[in-house]
């Protein structure tokens, strides 16, 4: 293992790993929602947990794991902490899946290892946040926040206390908080544009979705008037950092679209869920999926290329391949947000939702035709 090429950096293992539970978790979500697959626990607290802590979890510490030292200016990860926690995620996949199909006990038991993997993974990061000297820690501050959020919600999933409560501190006290925290720093950073930070930007929305999740606990959808707040607030927070759109470089126009997508998320968020108070309307979970999709979706596709890319000693350039891929994201979002609409109407929405995960499962496959040999063997690109 020491001198594989595999399990050299970070991002690799991580990107490989959310790469392909991405395929292997969805076709099993989209057979046991057509009633192909039996499964021994609820089909959308499977994809619920599969998607928030196997795909996009291990993707954005692909990252983090990379990058969250450098904010730091701390020393890069040792690699025998990043492939013990690699470890673990890899061995909840496994469990999780077989659990899922087997045994619901089974089930449970890959929820309490993805609470020990994710704890570790946050360990690892506060570690590096302590013995740090920087005296600019306010970014990698609500990056841990949102970490510690993700525990809190494993630890809801576990005592089955509350399940709609759980999904919403995961995917948005955790998820958005940790990739928002991310994007606000470094999209504009990348698109060479320096606006002033206001300091108490990152800490307001926070709160407001603390609010949210309160909200929600209390009773589904409520949380409707914080949501069109949190559009406001984040759409002038974009619009302020003037960003060169659309960019001549498409590397840099993927990473505006997916920040583009976050207050166009909660406005969507604001009238579905008050179409489903006043109207009794059925989304489909509209809002989480504008979001993780049309966001986090997006900017991970952005991000994970230009990372695999660049860590491989390949030339940062967009070609039209890529430039294809990134339009498909879109296609993926879009599609997707149609099944829910759909359903909104009362139709049958089976077709276009067979379409929606069939155009996830080539989004990935599509990806990993490019670049799993760049990831797994340092393949150089033409």
């Given amino acids: 293992m020491k001198n594989n090429y595999f399990f050299s950096q970070v991002h690799q293992v991580f990107f490989t790993l959310a790469f392909v539970n991405a395929i292997v978790f969805m076709l099993t979500f989209m057979l046991s929602y057509k009633g192909i697959f039996s499964l021994q626990v609820d ?14 979890t291990p993707a954005l510490l692909g990252f983090l794991f990379t990058t969250f030292p450098r904010f730091l200016s701390y020393a890069a990860i040792n690699k025998q902490n990043y492939l013990s926690a690699f470890t673990l995620f890899t061995l909840a996949s496994i469990i999780l899946i077989i659990g899922a199909f087997k045994s619901a006990l089974l089930f449970k038991i890959s929820i309490v290892l993805l609470l020990i993997s994710l704890s570790y993974a946050t360990y690892i990061l506060f570690d590096i946040y302590k013995k740090s000297t920087m005296e600019d820690k306010h970014d990698t501050t609500y990056i ?18 509350h399940n709609h409560l759980a999904i919403q501190i995961a995917v948005f006290n955790f998820l958005f908080v940790v990739s928002f925290s991310v994007a606000q720093r470094m999209i504009p950073f990348f698109s060479h544009v320096m606006p002033q930070r206001i300091e108490t930007f990152l800490r307001n929305i926070v709160l407001l979705l603390v609010l949210h999740t309160l909200l929600e606990a209390f009773k589904p959808n409520i ?47 604001f ?25 986090l979706f997006t900017v991970l596709i952005g991000f994970g290329t230009r990372v695999t890319i660049g860590h491989s000693g390949n030339m940062m350039v967009a070609t039209p391949y890529i430039k294809f891929l990134f339009a498909f994201t879109q296609v993926v979002v879009l599609i997707r947000l149609a099944v829910s609409i759909v359903a909104s109407f009362g139709y049958n929405y089976m077709i276009i939702f067979d379409i929606s995960v069939t155009m996830w499962l080539l989004m990935f496959i599509f990806w990993l035709y490019k670049f799993f040999t760049v990831l797994v063997f340092g393949k150089k690109l033409n």
Avoid: Q
Wanted: hydrophobic share 65%.
């Fill in 43 to 56: 089909v959308v607290l499977f994809h619920a947990v599969s998607l928030i802590f196997l795909v996009f």
């Fill in 144 to 161: 841990l926040v949102g970490f510690f959020a993700g525990i809190l919600s494993l630890i809801v999933f576990i005592s089955e206390f």
């Fill in 223 to 269: 949380s409707y008037v914080v949501d069109l707040i949190l559009s406001i607030l984040i759409a002038k927070e974009i619009y302020r950092y003037k960003l060169p759109f659309p960019n001549k470089n498409a590397m840099i126009t993927i990473l505006h679209v997916a920040l583009f997508w976050i207050p166009i998320a909660f406005f969507i968020s």
């Fill in 271 to 295: 009238i579905s869920k008050a179409l489903i108070l006043f109207n009794n309307n059925i989304f489909l979970a509209l809002d989480i999926h504008a979001l993780l999709l049309g966001f």
